[in-house]
Every structure is written in structure tokens, then in C-alpha cells.
């Protein structure tokens, strides 16, 4: 059963990079040409808006690898070990280095709010450092415990 549930979450884990690479071939372009236009005095903004959500797409892609890594470390049976504290902790990385990037990107969508007259776009872009910063604190407190456990488990093996 355990391997069934671990083979769901890493089908679940590759196919959660599937929107995202497509959001990074057909949405991104589309944001910049929009950004673009909404600021033709600052031509510049065009290639930000590429690099801040493009750049934002590798830690999301390396704390899936991650993501993966631990699934593996839990279908060997090795998922209290170190290596599973060091694939949460840079999962956490991967997560704040993901909310700080898209936290460069909210004066633009202030800009789009108010070209288009929707403020409703501004919490559009609160989603995404939010979500992150949840997981960063969720990886935290779960890297926190783990290592508590590896610790209460080898002080039980050093009594045996």
C-alpha cells in the first residue's frame, strides 16, 4: 500500500510541472508584451517580467526534484535520515526564493489593475507569494520534526 500511495504523489509531483512549463511558454510571453505596452517608456520592463517569472520556474522545478528525492528516501525506508532533512530544507529555500521573486513582480500587477480597472488582479498576484510562503513554513516545521526524530531515534538505538 505504501507504494502504491508514494507512486500517486510522484505521479501527482511531475505532473504538477506540466501547468507551469506552460504557463512559462504561453503565459509569460503574453505578460511581458502586456507589460510592454502598459509602460512603452520603460522597455526594459519586458525582459523583467521574463526573468522574474522565468526565474521563479527553477526552484519551483528543483523543489519538485526535491519533492521526488524524498518520495524515493520514503519508498527505501530511509525517510527519518539526514538526506531527508536536507531535501525539506532546500524544498524551504526553494520555496522563499520563489515568493521573493514574485514579490519584485507586484508593481506590475498594480499596473494591470489599473489599466484594466480590476482590483481583484492585485490578490491574483498576492497568490503566489503567499502559497510559497506556506510551504517554506510547512517544510520548516516538517524538517524541524523530522530532525527531532531522527534525534529521539538515536538516542533510543544508542540505549538498546
Not at 501527482?12 to 507589460?35: R, Y
Amino acid at each position: 500500500m505504501e507504494k502504491v500511495t508514494t507512486l500517486f504523489l510522484k505521479i501527482a509531483v511531475i505532473l504538477l510541472g506540466v501547468p507551469v512549463l506552460a504557463l512559462c511558454i504561453f503565459l509569460v510571453p503574453e505578460l511581458a508584451d502586456l507589460a510592454a505596452t502598459l509602460l512603452p517608456e520603460f522597455s526594459f520592463v519586458k525582459y523583467f517580467v521574463y526573468i522574474a517569472f522565468d526565474a521563479s520556474a527553477i526552484p519551483f522545478y528543483f523543489a519538485l526534484y526535491q519533492a521526488f528525492k524524498l518520495l524515493r528516501y520514503i519508498d527505501k525506508n530511509e525517510a527519518f535520515s539526514d538526506l531527508s532533512v536536507k531535501a525539506l530544507k532546500k524544498i524551504k529555500y526553494c520555496a522563499i526564493s520563489i515568493s521573493m521573486l514574485h514579490v519584485l513582480v507586484w508593481p506590475l500587477f498594480y499596473l494591470f489593475a489599473e489599466a484594466d480597472d480590476a482590483p481583484g488582479v492585485i490578490f491574483i498576484g498576492l497568490v503566489v507569494p503567499f502559497a510559497s510562503l506556506v510551504i517554506a513554513v510547512f517544510a520548516a516545521v516538517l524538517q524541524k520534526l523530522l530532525q527531532e526524530a531522527i534525534t529521539i531515534k538515536s538516542e533510543n538505538d544508542l540505549t538498546v
